[in-house]
């Protein structure tokens, strides 16, 4: 019955990951409720989060929507700091782990309820000057550490990064998605090497988020930027309220 629940949420969060972000807050938990010691869930939804990342690259590839030459920029910092996050989040005991998720879910949750997603422009030119190059670069990289930590709400943080670049939500989310693909595959080779993931549930996760990453890429294009305006706004919303029952 658990398992069935856990394919069922799987479904959800791929929805909810690739066309706003914050699955985790739904997937973290539950492990943990599931039985999994909370580093091992924090390793063991990197399973689902690849597999779903993985699918949903590709659909977006398909659409045309894929900005390739940033997304690659982007996502080598964001790789170099996920493999320290991962690294402290397989060193931290479980009892840290489940404060600094608590914490880090409220403050995820009040830079969302900002919404800077408003802010993003229409997509313009990719030749960005020295100055903002190093920026981005800086700003990646920041969101890498914070992804290879604890994934939850990253989504969030790499598409308010991407305000620095002028895309506009749809092409912000083909790049977020990519982004999440590359980091989230090296981190899970150190959550595995760490013996930190279990693979049943993991890949019983996955299967349900390659579903909703499927769905949610396709909505993503063809519902536009509004859509998803609205979209991250309830999910910020839900995110919120759960925050208040979250223990």
Known sequence: MKEILLFLVGILTGFVNVIAGGGSFLTIPLLIFMGLPPTVANGTNRLGIFLQSLFAVRKFHQYGVFPVKFAIFAAIPATLGSLLGAYWATIISENSFKKYLAILMIVITLITLYNPLN?????????FSLRRKIVIFIVFFLIGIYGGFIQAGVGFLILAGMMLTGYDLVAGNAVKTFVILIFTLFALVIFIM???????????????????ANLGTTVSVKKGNKFIQYFVTVCIIIFAVKLLFYK
């Open 194 to 212: 760490n013996a930190k993931v279990n693979f049943t549930l993991g890949l019983i996760l996955g299967a349900g988020s390659i579903i909703g």
């Open 119 to 127: 802010k993003l422009k229409t997509k313009q030119d990719e030749d």
